[in-house]
């Protein structure tokens, strides 16, 4: 399946927000609500961060939230903490019954 | 709590299968769907395929059709991912997901395959 898109990188400096975006089409994320976020350190399984656009599940950050807009959502982490440096991937649920994954995002605090 | 203990790492030979088992504790295993994703080295998470327990059905990834099995074993609280005719491109960190509405909330730690003649 088509991978959604995502930028390589995206940097900032603690303290500072930083927005992920995640592109797909009409038969993903511009018909559903189910996309979600997962934060992955290295050598460490994936973390889900937010679900259904914008859900934090019990135990994240409220620094962490999601935005959706057409066929492309976003993840914006404000308060950007050395903690916060890790990969992070959005998924959704599509028309075909099937789930895609983001191309990922490597988040670096300078 | 709810928690995923998947099996070792494994290696194999191009053509050979390999099959890795996902352990749940904490829930009855049945109760929700259950992913399977991979990640080749330093790439990214690619989804695999669901099952569908109560509707006791599978679903695949296109591009694995047909290589690809899921099955389980519900005395053993225990699910399956077995991959046939592997290639080096297979070499991948395989992962069980809990899918609870439509959301991964609980991961296995990850079970690494390598494909190598």
């Known amino acids: 399946q088509s991978a959604l898109t995502q930028p390589a990188s995206v940097s900032g400096s603690p303290g500072q927000s930083i927005t992920i975006s995640c592109t797909g089409t009409?038969?993903?994320?511009?018909?559903?609500?189910?996309v979600s976020w997962y934060q992955q350190h290295p050598g460490k399984a994936p973390k889900l961060m937010i679900y259904e656009v914008n859900n934090r599940p019990s135990g994240v950050s409220n620094r962490f939230s999601g935005s959706k807009s057409g066929n492309t959502a976003a993840l914006t982490i404000s308060g950007l903490q050395a903690e916060d440096e890790a990969d992070y991937y959005c998924c959704s649920y599509t028309t075909s019954t099937i789930y895609a994954f983001g191309t990922g995002t490597k988040v670096t605090v300078l | 709590q709810v928690q995923f203990v998947q099996s070792g790492a494994e290696v194999k030979k191009p053509g050979a299968s390999v099959k890795v088992s996902c352990k749940a504790s904490?829930?009855?295993?049945?109760?929700?769907?259950l992913h399977w994703v991979r990640q080749a080295p330093g790439q990214r998470l690619e989804w695999l395929g669901w099952i569908h327990f109560a509707e006791d059905n599978t679903k695949y990834s296109q591009e694995l059709q047909g290589r690809l099995t899921f099955t389980w074993d519900t005395s053993a609280n225990t699910a399956y991912m077995e991959l046939s005719s592997l290639k080096s491109e297979d070499t991948a960190v395989y992962y069980c997901?809990?899918?609870?509405?439509?959301?991964?909330?609980?991961w296995g730690q990850g079970t690494l395959v390598t494909v190598s003649s």
């Open positions: 009409s038969s993903d994320i511009g018909v559903f609500d189910y």
């Open positions: 997901a809990r899918s609870n509405n439509l959301k991964l909330d609980f």
């Open positions: 904490g829930y009855s295993l049945i109760t929700y769907s």
